[in-house]
């Protein structure tokens, strides 16, 4: 791992907690939480931008030693960014749950049961801290991995010159 990787993976990890804030603030969370889930998914915008320049900015750096950047190294690059973001992310859940917005459970857990979408007992099973820490650590790997593997094809060097 090297600091670019350090670097980006904290941005993503604040950006994360800008972009929850953001969704609080808009009222996705409290008058129109049955968009929630939506309006989160619009985060693979940001996220793939961040993924994408955390990438190319280890490239240079790869140029600027005159070698060439296959698409292991890059995928490396995109998947460590991911690690670390994914390491923060405990933290990142607990500053949200605690500080911004401590009644998201609840309000998801009435909105899920109040749509229908879930009993009371599936919606507190799923609604919860620990759930959203373990949601945060698989969902970040995979979409991390999922990110790197796309970005990598696109910045990887196809034939150095």
Not at 13 to 41: H, K, N, P, R
Not at 71 to 93: E, H, K, M, Q, W
């Amino acid at each position: 791992m090297t600091k670019i990787t350090l670097k980006y993976g904290i941005i993503y990890a604040l950006a994360s907690l800008i972009w929850l804030s953001l969704e609080f603030f808009l009222g996705f969370q409290t008058t129109y939480a049955e968009m929630q889930q939506i309006f989160t998914l619009i985060f693979l915008i940001p996220a793939f931008y961040i993924m994408y320049r955390g990438m190319k900015a280890h490239r240079d750096i790869f140029h600027e030693n005159q070698a060439p950047y296959s698409y292991l190294v890059a995928f490396l690059t995109g998947f460590y960014i991911a690690v670390i973001a994914t390491l923060l992310s405990p933290t990142v859940s607990y500053i949200f749950h605690s500080f911004v917005n401590p009644d998201f459970f609840e309000t998801m857990i009435r909105e899920s049961v109040s749509s229908m979408r879930m009993t009371e007992e599936m919606a507190r099973e799923y609604f919860n801290h620990r759930s959203f820490i373990q949601q945060g650590i698989v969902g970040g790997l995979i979409s991390g991995t999922i990110m790197s593997a796309i970005l990598s094809f696109f910045l990887m060097d196809k034939k150095r010159t």
